[in-house]
C-alpha cells in the first residue's frame, strides 16, 4: 500500500525557505506513469496546487508561485521536496504531498497526512 | 479567490441526494475531462473520490457519482449518511500554463 509522509520544521521564520520532503513508502517513486506533488492549505481555507515533478526531473509549477518554488526528487532515498524562499504569514499552511496522476487523468491520490508550517518570528 | 467555484456549503438528510457544483471556464472544466473531486474529514488529507469527471477508484462508494456540463462539473452523492459529512473539493485539469486549478470547497452538512 503506498504511503507518503511529509516532514520537516513546523516553524519557519519570515523572509527565511520553507523546506520540506515527503517519503515514499510502498512502493516506487521512480514510475513512469506518475508525477508527485505539493499542495497546500491555509488554515480554515481551501487548498492550493504547489507544483509537481516526474522521477526523471520534470516538473510543473503553479506560475502564481514559480517564483519562489523549487521542486526536487531523489530517486535513491524515494523522496521528493519543496523549497519556498521568502515566506511570509501568508504561508502558514498544511502542507500536503500526494502522487499526481497525470497519465490517465488529473488526480492526487494518495496523500500524506501533511505537516502544518506556521511562518512567524 | 479560488479559480473554480463551488458553493460555500450544501446540506441535506439522510437517504436524500445533493448535488455539488464546480464551475470553471472554457479553459479548465469546459475544455478537458480531468475533472477529480475529493472529499475531507476535519484535520484529515483530502481523499479521491472521482477522477477524470466521472470515475470512481476501487473503494469509493457507488453513491458518489461525477458529471459534467459545459465549464460546470457536479459531484451527486445519494442516500446521504451522516458519514459524508465533510467539505469536498473539485480539481481541474487547466492547461499546458496553469495546469492545475482547484474549487474554494463545499462544506456538506447532513442534517
Known amino acids: 500500500q503506498l504511503q507518503l509522509q511529509e516532514s520537516g520544521p513546523g516553524l519557519v521564520k519570515p523572509s527565511e525557505t520553507l523546506s520540506l520532503t515527503c517519503t515514499v513508502s510502498g512502493g516506487s517513486i521512480s514510475s513512469s506513469s506518475y508525477y508527485w506533488g505539493w499542495i497546500r492549505q491555509p488554515p480554515g481555507e481551501g487548498l492550493e496546487w504547489f507544483g509537481s515533478?516526474?522521477?526523471?526531473?520534470?516538473?510543473y509549477y503553479n506560475p502564481s508561485l514559480k517564483s519562489r518554488i523549487t521542486i526536487s526528487v531523489d530517486t535513491s532515498k524515494n523522496q521528493f521536496s519543496l523549497k519556498l524562499s521568502s515566506v511570509t504569514a501568508a504561508d502558514t499552511a498544511v502542507y500536503y504531498c500526494?502522487?499526481?496522476?497525470?497519465?490517465?487523468?488529473?488526480?492526487?491520490?494518495?496523500w500524506g497526512q501533511g505537516t502544518l508550517v506556521t511562518v512567524s518570528s | 479567490q479560488s479559480a473554480l467555484t463551488q458553493p460555500a456549503s450544501v446540506s441535506g438528510s439522510p437517504g436524500q441526494s445533493i448535488t455539488i457544483s464546480c464551475t470553471g471556464t472554457?479553459?479548465?472544466?469546459?475544455?478537458?475531462?480531468?475533472v477529480s473531486w475529493y472529499q475531507q474529514h476535519p484535520g484529515k488529507a483530502p481523499k479521491l473520490m472521482i477522477y477524470?469527471?466521472?470515475k470512481r477508484p476501487s473503494g469509493v462508494s457507488n453513491r458518489f457519482s461525477g458529471s459534467k456540463s459545459g465549464n460546470t462539473a457536479s459531484l451527486t452523492i445519494s442516500g446521504l449518511q451522516a458519514e459524508d459529512e465533510a467539505d469536498y473539493y473539485c480539481c481541474s485539469y487547466a492547461g499546458s500554463s496553469t495546469y492545475v486549478v482547484f474549487g474554494g470547497g463545499t462544506k456538506l452538512t447532513v442534517l
Open positions: 472554457s479553459s479548465d472544466v469546459g475544455s478537458y475531462n480531468l
Open positions: 515533478i516526474h522521477y526523471s526531473g520534470s516538473t
Open positions: 500526494a502522487r499526481h496522476g497525470v497519465a490517465d487523468g488529473n488526480w492526487f491520490d494518495p
Open positions: 477524470e469527471v466521472s
